[in-house]
T-cell receptor, first 116, second 117 residues
Framework: AQKVTQAQTEISVVEKEDVTLDCVYE???????LFWYKQPPSGELVFLIR??????QNEISGRYSWNFQKSTSSFNFTITASQVVDSAVYFC?????????????FGAGTRLFVKA | NAGVTQTPKFRVLKTGQSMTLLCAQD?????MYWYRQDPGMGLRLIHY???????AKGEVPDGYNVSRLKKQNFLLGLESAAPSQTSVYFC????????????????FGPGTRLTVT
């Protein structure tokens, strides 16, 4: 069965600190897709990144970086030099190819507070 | 290009009342989804649609019905609202995989906050 665990319910950091949001997933499928979404205080979810199971290359986009490790079933998200605008709830999600990708499972989310 | 829109934004219902939530997308997406978001539980899929005229059950379909009469619209209905349906409802849409290669990333609407008393 699919499962996504975000063990950190809330994280609070001071601006300019680095912060890592953890995501651990479970799946029996060999082909799957992992995602991170951001939900700012305005409420709308915004897509950040997608990773395919056959591509373990880490990715960096500005202050954001993602570390995908199949050996530990983890897809962690790091924000470098955090800013107040990074304050949001972040969701990790998993979609299995065998279900056609329709049944995306979301983690419970991690609420990040960045204080000035 | 408005993306995904939802109406209404807020609604208060009494137990037993019915209502319909409307989702519209202008990106010509094939797939559309309805989720509910509850504190500490992330998003859970209620129903989804892979094309005009087709719908399917998600993880938590009980108490809800959907229709996709037009490609751009996806309606979520509550026939007899219950307090357990108090939640924030999100609609989303996505490209079709084979044609776009975009691997199911979803575009979300702003949400509808529903309270059932």
């Amino acid at each position: 069965a699919q499962k996504v665990t975000q063990a950190q319910t809330e994280i609070s950091v001071v601006e300019k600190e680095d912060v890592t949001l953890d995501c651990v997933y479970e799946t029996r499928d060999t082909t799957y897709y992992l995602f991170w979404y951001k939900q700012p205080p305005s409420g709308e979810l915004v897509f950040l990144i997608r990773r395919n199971s056959f591509d373990e290359q880490n990715e960096i986009s500005g202050r954001y970086s993602w570390n995908f490790q199949k050996s530990t079933s983890s897809f962690n998200f790091t924000i470098t030099a955090s800013q107040v605008v990074d304050s949001a709830v972040y969701f990790c999600a998993l979609s299995e190819a065998r279900t056609g990708g329709f049944k995306t499972i979301f983690g419970a989310g991690t609420r990040l507070f960045v204080k000035a | 290009n408005a993306g995904v829109t939802q109406t209404p934004k807020f609604r208060v219902l009494k137990t037993g009342q019915s209502m319909t939530l409307l989702c519209a997308q202008d990106m010509n997406h094939e797939y559309m989804y309805w989720y509910r978001q509850d504190p500490g539980m992330g998003l859970r899929l209620i129903h989804y649609s892979v094309g005009e005229g087709t719908t399917a059950k998600g993880e938590v379909p009980d108490g809800y019905n959907v229709s996709r009469l037009k490609k751009q619209n996806f309606l979520l209905g509550l026939e007899s609202a219950a307090p357990s349906q108090t939640s924030v409802y999100f609609c989303a849409s996505s490209y079709e995989l084979v044609a776009s290669g975009r691997y199911y990333e979803q575009y979300f609407g702003p949400g509808t906050r529903l309270t059932v008393t």
